[in-house]
């Protein structure tokens, strides 16, 4: 996207905000389909410290995200228990840690998709 879309920038900004962490989005970028829940980046960055910290090869990289947020309008996405939509599945099944930066969203749409056998 050559200008990033101002409306995703103002859903970004309210989670911001707001310090929630249950919008639920999904986004095209790149031609991945990325579903999941927006968090603050603070809360984000935290998390995947936290995660870091406990890994035994990569703790030393922990420390990186544990410096502060950016200021100003936000640049990227937060996602968190997010999902890779590859066919019928979602990658990882769990749900991972998803940064994407607004202005390479192609399209975008509020809620989270899942697939069913059903």
């Known amino acids: 996207m050559s200008k990033p879309d101002e409306l995703l920038i103002d859903v970004a900004a309210l989670v911001e905000s707001e310090q929630s962490n ?7 970028t790149g ?3 990325i579903t999941g829940r927006l968090a603050p980046e603070a809360v984000w960055r935290q998390r995947v ?20 947020a950016t200021k100003g309008p936000p640049t990227h996405l937060h996602f968190h228990v997010a999902r ?5 599945v979602g990658i990882p099944e769990t749900g ?5 930066a607004i202005e390479e969203v192609s399209a975008w749409t509020v809620g989270d ?3 069913s056998d059903r």
Request: charged share 15%.
């Open 31 to 33: 031609g991945a389909v």
């Open 96 to 100: 991972g840690m998803y940064r994407v």
């Open 49 to 68: 410290s936290e995660v870091l910290t406990d890994s035994d090869r990569l703790g030393e990289f922990s420390a990186v995200f544990k410096t502060a």
């Open 84 to 88: 890779i939509l590859q066919g019928t």
């Open 22 to 28: 249950q919008m639920s989005l999904t986004v095209v």
């Open 113 to 115: 998709f899942s697939y």
